[in-house]
């Protein structure tokens, strides 16, 4: 079973306009959430993570929301830009018994259209 | 500080042949873990290393083992290669621990066919 899913396999934004990007989860031992961003024949990268004690972080264009009630985290960019345009990965933080795995959403393709 | 490396960047097996992946990492980080991405799908963890002569299974090691004698490599051994084993591999590496969120870093990836 899928504890991380990213229901949106790709989403099309206007470039300026906001950008985001939903995830979804199951477990709620995760105790951190972290959105990677990978470019066509790269490894993902680092992008902006959430603890699961707070509902809102923020880095310059990107901010993280996440909502434990209903077991969600989104990603905004505001404003997008056609660098954005990527592969963004969802994951999760599994609790010590599982060794701090980070278990994966499946990605969401955003294309920035200029 | 070269981050994490990764050998070859691009290879073509034959059903049954055997090869190593290599990683390396400069970061002096006591975690390493070996991923492969299949098309339209999320990363699947196949083992990983929470230090030097310490391996684990992730979600999916049939076909695959590993070693870690060093903090700096960690080596994906493939024997007898299968069609189901085409993928992209990334090794990743991180401090991991209770204190830290977790964070990974991925090297650039191997993409592997196995005809």
């Known amino acids: 079973d899928q504890q991380v899913k990213q229901n949106s396999p790709s989403l099309s934004v206007q470039e300026g306009r906001i950008s985001i990007l939903n995830c979804d989860y199951t477990?709620?031992?995760?105790?951190?959430f972290l959105w990677y961003k990978k470019y066509p024949a790269e490894g993902p990268t680092f992008l902006i993570s959430i603890s699961s004690i707070k509902d809102k972080n923020e880095d310059g264009r990107f901010t993280v929301f996440l909502n434990k009630s209903a077991k969600h985290l989104s990603l905004h960019i505001v404003p997008s830009q056609p660098g954005d345009s990527a592969v963004y990965f969802c994951?999760?933080?599994?609790?010590?018994?599982?060794?701090?795995?980070?278990?994966w959403g499946a990605g969401t393709k955003l294309i920035i259209k200029p | 500080n070269a981050g994490v490396t990764q050998t070859p960047k691009f290879r073509i097996l034959k059903i049954g042949q055997s090869m190593t992946l290599q990683c390396t990492q400069d970061m002096n980080h006591n975690y390493m873990y070996w991923y492969r991405q299949d098309p339209g799908m999320g990363l699947k963890l196949i083992y990983y290393?929470?230090?030097?002569?310490?391996?684990d299974k992730g979600e999916v090691p049939n076909g695959y083992n590993v070693s870690r004698s060093t903090t700096e490599d960690f080596p994906l051994r493939l024997e007898l290669a299968a069609p189901s084993q085409t993928s992209v591999y990334f090794c990743?590496?991180?401090?991991?621990?209770?204190?830290?969120?977790?964070?990974?870093?991925f090297g650039p990836g191997t993409r592997l066919t196995v005809l």
């Open positions: 290393s929470v230090g030097a002569g310490i391996t």
């Open positions: 990743a590496s991180s401090y991991s621990s209770g204190r830290e969120d977790g964070t990974q870093y």
């Open positions: 477990n709620s031992m995760f105790d951190y």
């Open positions: 994951a999760a933080r599994a609790p010590m018994d599982s060794n701090y795995q980070l278990i």
